[in-house]
Each structure stands twice: as C-alpha cells, then as structure tokens.
C-alpha cells in the first residue's frame, strides 16, 4: 500500500467509528429526499444557526481529537504535517458519511486564517489559538474589506496606532461573514499613511470580546444574516497579536487570499452538493415536465456541459497536484466558472420550475430554488469579484499591461 | 491502465510538432498550400508521415501502427489546430482511420491502414447526403450484391478532401442494413466535384456513385455501431485540434492588445480588452480540460469518465471555446481582423466549419443529454 491507500484506511476507519454512512453512493442526495434546500447561504433564524455553529464546533472537535483536525498543519499544533492531497481525500471520504457541514468555520477560519497565523504570527499566538481553532474552540473571520475599501483592498483607512506595547485599532469593517460567532478577527489596518497604500499596511489578529468591538448582523438580499459590519473604536490590541512585520500586511493578506481562491469553486458542500450531484438537474428537467421541451432540454444541454467540463478541470488539478506540480492558474479560472455557471443554473431552475418559484406552495423543489437563486449575485462577487480575477488571469496569466493607478 | 506516455513525453511530442510546423506550415506557406492543386502541401504530408510518424500513431501495430492512444494524439492534434495546417490528417487518419479500426475487419484492416499509417493513401469518410445531416443509418446511397460483388449506387455530400482522397469509406443502405464500404478512387462510375467551402483549410466535394465497385468493410448492417464509436474517437480528435486553434486566436489577441497603442496606452490596459482575453483564456481552460478527459475516456483509461458523455462534453465545450476565441480575436483587433490579408478569419472559418461538422449545437447538445441517459 503507499501513502495514500494506508492513509485512506485511516480514515475511513475513523469516520466509520464516529459517524454514519449514506448508503449507496449519491442515493441521500435524489429529489425528493431530505432537506429541500439549493443554497449557498443560509436564511436560517438565530437558534437554527446556533445549533448547526455548535454542532459544526463538535465535529471538528471530534476530528481533531481522531487527528484529522489539520491534516496539513505542524504536528506541534495537532495537525498531521501532511499534503493538500491528502486533506482532499479526507474530504473526499467525508462526503460519503452524514457529518454536521462545518463550511462556517472551515473555510475561513481553519482554511485561511490558520495557515496565515501559522506562517506570519508570533510564537506565542500560534500556540495560543492554533490549536484552539483547530479544535473547534475559536472560530476566526476576516476583517478586511471596509466601506471605501473592496476591490481595492489596498485602500483600507481602519487606523492602528502604536501606543507603548500595544496597539489601538479604530475604524469599520464590513462583509465580514460568520463575525458574530467568531471570537477572532484578522483585521488589516493602515499603520503608515505616508507611503504607498501597499506599503504602509499592518496585520493583527483581534480578541473579538475586546473592549469596543462593536459587530452588527447585515442581513443579505437573500434574508439570512451571515455577515457584519464590525466597528472598532480604540480597541486595544498587544503587539504580540500583530501578523508579520510593522507595515508589511499585504504580503500577510496574499497569503489569505491565495488560500481564498483555492478554497472557493474547488468544492461544493452543504445544498450545493445536492444541486450539482448526477442526475439531479435532470430530475429537476423531468419532475417539472420539461423532460420532451427541446428548448428546456438545450438549456440544460449547455450548462450540463459546461459544468461537467469544470469538473474534469478539478479533478485533472488535483491530479497534478497528486503528480507533485505547483498550483497554476486553475484556481482563478474554477472560481470564475463556478460563479457563472451555479448562476445560470439558478436562473434555468427557475425557468423550469415557472410560477411556483413565486411562492411557496409547499411542493418538493420548487420554492426552495430561490435559494440559490437569491445567493446567486454573491457568487460572482464573493472571494474576489469577477472583475479583479478576470484582472489577474489577464495580467499575471497573460502578461497584458496593468490597469494605470491614481498616483 | 494508465496513460501510454508521461508528460515529458507528451511535451517532446509537441515541441517535436511545433519546431516542424512553424518552419513549414506558417500563414504564407499555408495559403500557398490551400491555392495549390492538392490543397495541402504534399511534402510536408509525407515528412509528417514518415519522419515523425504521426499518421500511424493510433493505429494496431500489427497494421503498421505505432500503438499510441489518443491522449497523446491529441497533443499533435493540438498542434495541427494551432498551425491551422491545411491538410487532410484529421480526415484520413481520424475519420477514415478509426472507422476501419473500429470496424474489426482485419482484411479491410490489413489492406489499407499501412498505407494510411506511411502516408501514401489519403482516405476520407463520406457519410452525409444532400441535407448535410451527419446520421448513422437512414440512407439514401444504396449498395446491392450482385454476382458475389457489391456495387454502390448514391450521392454524398461535404465530404472532406472528397477530390484528392484515394480511398473512400461510405454509409450506405443495404437489404441487410446500413453498411459500411470502401471505394477506391477512379473507380467506374465515381465522380466528385469541389465546392466552395466556408473552412477554406478543409475543402469538401459532393461525390456521385453510379453502379460503383465497392468493397464491403465489416458486416453488413454494422455501420450504426462502427459510426457511433468513430464519432466518440473524431469529436474527442477535433476537441484538442480546436483547443489550439484557439490557443493560437488567444495568442494572436494578447500580443496585439500589448503591441497596439491607442490614446496614449497599450490597449491591453484596457479592462474591455483584458477582460475579454481573460474570458478567453478561462474558456480554453476549460475547453482543454474536456478534450483531455476525451482523449483518455477513448483510451480506456481507469479513472476516466465514460467514453460517450466525456466526447459529447467535449465537443460541446471545445467547439464553443473555439468558435468564441475565434470571434473575439477579430474583435480585439479591430479593423486589421476583418481583412483577407489577417490569418484572423482563417479561424473563423475553420472553427463554424469545425462547431457543425457532426450537426452543430442543437444536435450535439441533445446528443449529450441521451449519452448521460436524461
């Protein structure tokens, strides 16, 4: 056996031991079976939320205490110091077993907060939270974009300034998912306004429960709350929570974001599993009467295509990536084509699904289409807008002359 | 079983390829190989040939082939697709070629894959009519036995290199079912005539047989099966030819956006321009990435999709990248794309030609819903 088959032995003896598993492949995730949701985001209400962030905290707990916690992390923080391969084969096994989602405090928090402490924090708070967040204890978010500082996160204004051995943090955060039940925030602060705005940038890594901190739910389009504005006024911060060195928190922020784009479009948890599974569209195509409608058929023809076509690409990264190549541009062009193709399949299922997308008449699939349908304009926003990727693909991919920048 | 080569390997392959190709198959030297009599250039065919072997990639080593798959087929193709080398490989080796592969027939096999592998017989494949429909049974040509010899009767239409091919593989309605035959060229009652062709890199010819000799390949009744398997391999070929026509189309568009200044930048700097080459780009990605899983599902490899679904998304999404790289190309240039003189329209041609060469978006689109069983 090599490394990879002992490892997936492991693991399917764990998840066997703590959790049970669907039967029968994709069987759970057929129309008309389970939960009726298609959404990336949640509407659900405050106790809903909390019991799934609980139980969510649970599982990585259980996973950390199974060493499955952080399957790439340093051993020194309980993690298994081994290769993103084979964190994709664990998910890949997970998804078979019916497990609390824990895309809440995963994806942010463990999938791009963690390794970015690991590589730029000081020892003392990487021994401090680093195992706290991969045990489920400290959930972490971002406080990065502000409200004159999206695209152009360069331009944030939230002041830090030093004042013996720690710093004062004012200013406002926004669009910062799952802060209200987070206990940490990475907060990116201007520290230098005489320099250029790249340069002049400082990391910390905040106590949420700190005095002025102030986090307000924003409730989104969709009519879940799952981001917040967050104030900071005269929060103190030590100098030891700062995130590399004094002014040079872009290159502390790339190493989040690079973690970002990877993370996003290379998997779909939760609803989303469902609506991209084999077969389900079809079901959607057929329970909706369509089944013989060649311009319904077409339609589905075209996206069916195109996302079956995204999935080879994915799968043919995780091959190279399994041969030992670098990371290439894929992940900028599978966010892109995630965005836009979960997008045309909200609009075709609600095409198909017709009049009873406008209210709920209790049918199995068909309200709860709005789902996706109402999350849909994030997608192509969320994780870098798809103006700024198509910015990257085009200048660092293809070598075309940058955008001219205000002096 | 896993791929034949590794990616060292495949990229000697390409680089092999795109030393020959760029030396010998530039836009001049292919315009001057379209205005001659053949319509390609006919020592560069033979040196492709016999030099670098790549007519008998794909085929039985047994009939002069070299055993390889279409994985890495398809990088050659890839290359051909860039170059936009006029010529009739992807006819005679692909279309041609995999029919008498598929069909079995290990005479009809041994009498003309050598000759196919060395370069010396061009075939082609003649199987739409007079509507164009590309289909597997229902047709008009008919072929009757008579006196233990067959004999054709029929029209064919939008036959590629249908004037220069020496030999002929036709679908034909037989007592027993469709069929599938081969006609030698200058065979009594054969005539074929050129027609103007929208992909002038790719011509076509209307064939007329009228009692014509033909010699029965497989079976009779076996054409629908030995058609729907060519179909799979000719879709998953011309996949990773239009990938790099349409890397080439992309290439094209990025080194004018960064040659060409207007109001006093380059016009790459633009976002209307970059955000165009980047949706190219995204869109080949993809585009490769299908024809890839193609190649490998017609190779039979173990963790590949099923060969049907993987050739219709293919065909599908490749056909698409093409055709919008092509498009968009002429349109980051501006004025100088819309010329004769631009290599730009040759694309554009080559890649409608390309999209409805098997039926086009509605026919392949319904294709791959019946494929994935929907």
Known sequence: MNDIETFTAEVRAFLDANAQRFPGGEAHLAWGKGDDHTGYFSDDTAEVEAAKFAAARSWQRTRYEGGFGWITGPSSYGGRELSPVHDLVYDLLEAEYDVPDTGVISLIGLGMIGPTILAHGQQAIKDRYLPAMYRGDAIACQLFSEPAAGSDLAGVTTKAVQDGDVWRLTGQKVWTSVAHQAQLGMALCRTNPDVPKHKGITAFLVDLASPGVEIRPLRQMNGGAEFNEVFLTDVVVPDDHRLGEIDGGWRVALTTLMNERASVGGENEGALARVLSDGFLASLLHETGHGADPAARRRLAEITADLTAADYLNRQTVRRLVGGAEPGPEASVSKMMWAQNLTRVAHLAAELVGPRLTADTGAWGTYSWTELLLGSPAFRILGGTEEILKNILGERVLGLPKEPVAP | ?374
């Not at chain 2, 998953?236 to 030819?241: G, T």
């Not at chain 2, 730009?344 to 890649?351: E, K, Q, T, W």
Request: negative net charge; hydrophobic residues 45%; charged residues 20%.
């Open chain 2, 1 to 374: 079983m896993s791929e034949l080569t590794t990616d060292a390997d495949r990229e000697d392959l390409r680089a092999g390829a795109r030393a020959v190709l760029s030396a010998k198959a530039t836009d001049e030297q292919n315009r001057t190989a379209i205005a001659s009599e053949a319509g390609y250039d006919v020592a560069l065919w033979a040196q492709l040939a016999s030099e670098l072997g790549l007519h008998s990639m794909v085929f039985p080593e047994e009939h002069g082939g070299s055993g390889f798959g279409f994985v890495e087929l398809g990088v050659v193709l890839s290359e051909m697709g860039r170059a936009l080398l006029p010529g009739p490989f992807f006819t005679s080796v692909v279309l041609a070629g995999s029919a008498l592969v598929v069909s079995g027939d290990d005479e009809a096999r041994a009498s003309y894959l050598p000759g196919i592998a060395d370069g010396s017989t061009v075939a082609t494949l003649a199987v739409q009519e007079a509507d164009g429909a590309w289909r597997h049974d229902g047709f008009d040509s008919e072929a009757v036995h008579e006196g233990g010899r067959w004999s054709l009767t029929g029209e064919k239409s939008l036959v590629p290199f249908g004037t220069v091919a020496s030999l002929i593989v036709v679908a034909a309605t037989t007592a027993d079912g469709p069929s599938l035959f081969a006609v030698e060229a200058g065979a009594a009652g054969l005539t074929s005539e050129a027609l103007t062709t929208l992909d002038i890199t790719r011509p076509l010819a209307r064939l007329r047989f009228s009692r014509t000799p033909a010699v029965l390949i497989g079976v009779t009744g076996q054409a629908p099966a030995i058609l729907d398997a060519v179909l799979d391999r000719a879709t998953a070929a011309l996949a990773a030819e239009q990938v790099g026509a349409a890397r080439a189309c992309l290439e094209m568009a990025v080194a004018y956006a960064k040659d060409r200044s207007q109001f006093g930048r380059q016009i790459g700097s633009f976002q209307a321009i970059k955000h165009k080459c980047a949706d190219m780009f995204a869109r080949i990605q993809i585009a490769e990435a299908a024809a890839v899983e193609a190649a490998r599902a017609v190779d039979g490899l173990e963790d590949a999709p099923p060969v049907g679904v993987a050739a219709a998304v293919a065909h599908s999404v490749c056909s698409e990248a093409f055709m919008f790289a092509a498009a968009e190309n002429i349109q980051v240039h501006g004025g100088i794309g819309f010329t004769w003189e631009h290599p730009a329209h040759l694309y554009f041609r080559r890649a409608k030609a390309s999209q409805l060469m098997f039926g086009g978006p509605g026919v392949y689109h319904e294709r791959l819903l019946q494929r994935m069983g929907v």
